[in-house]
């Protein structure tokens, strides 16, 4: 294998498809995440659910948190002392000036923050969490019509290749 050179991963990336449908997405930052054993195998084994996830900055010590993301059981550490609960907030990591960018952006009306990714990196757990507006219904149609309008040209294309 040439130096420099990613392996390639055998462990998933989840992603949070709902999150690109509700939000409009202005500015994403990768964050790493604090996990306990158990919590690391069951996101190597893809059981995790970002949908109802949101991050916050604590505003006493400035920290980032992920709320809301569902790390279910892993199996075989059942039986451990050690286990994870499932739904339990979770410390994310990330540079103390982009955290203070992040908490100055989502004090304005209507801007959050979601997750939109979990992967791994270099053996590290990270989170890609974007900053994000909500969309309206009329948004979410134009999307829906947007990429029904862009499958019917790609479906032509092919078609003519033929």
Known sequence: ?????????????????????????????????????????AVRAGQVSLNEGFARVDERTGELFLYGVHISDYAPARG????HAPAQVRKLLAHRREIRKLAAETRVKGTTMVPLKMYFKDGYAKVLIGLATGKGQSDKREDVKKRDAQRDMQRAMTRKRI
């Open 1 to 41: 294998m040439a130096k420099g050179k990613a392996k390639p991963s055998s462990t998933p990336e989840i992603n949070n498809r709902k999150a690109r449908h509700e939000y409009h997405i202005l500015d994403t930052l990768e964050c790493g995440i604090v996990l306990v054993g158990s919590e690391v195998k």
């Open 80 to 83: 451990s002392v050690n286990r």
